[in-house]
């Protein structure tokens, strides 16, 4: 059972990035799938979640309307695309599996996510 994340890089405030994070050893489609990100010196927060089925995403404050959440449940994958960044999005992004199967909703708590990705970071210069 593994998440991988990538697409992490450095990037001037402004511009766009897409995360992906690939998923083995696990039925994906049954899975709420959920990105969190942790800055330095910070608590890891919730960024944007996709239910099982697709058909419903959710996304912090802080960056609805900026990013979107997607996932392909063919090639068991889900993406954060990250568009107008700024300085405040720099951090580390990890995926993360719900711990439960087929969940009504999402859970914004880390608590409740069972499986993550190691991360990658995305730095964005001002």
């Known amino acids: 059972v593994q998440l991988q994340a990538s697409g992490g890089g450095l990037v001037q405030a402004g511009g766009s990035l897409r995360l992906t994070c690939t998923a083995s050893?696990?039925?994906?489609?049954?899975?709420?799938m959920t990105w969190f990100r942790q800055a330095p010196g910070k608590e890891r927060e919730f960024v944007g979640s996709i239910n099982w089925r697709g058909n419903s995403q959710y996304y912090a404050d802080s960056v609805k309307g900026r990013f979107t959440i997607s996932r392909d449940n063919w090639a068991n994958a889900v993406y954060l695309q990250l568009d107008s960044l700024e300085p405040e999005d720099t951090a580390v992004y990890y995926c993360?599996?719900?711990?439960?199967?087929?969940?009504?909703?999402?859970?914004?708590?880390?608590?409740?996510?069972?499986?993550w990705g190691r991360g990658t970071q995305v730095t964005v210069s001002g």
């Open positions: 050893g696990f039925t994906f489609p049954l899975y709420t």
């Open positions: 993360a599996r719900d711990r439960i199967t087929q969940r009504s909703g999402t859970s914004y708590m880390p608590n409740n996510y069972d499986i």
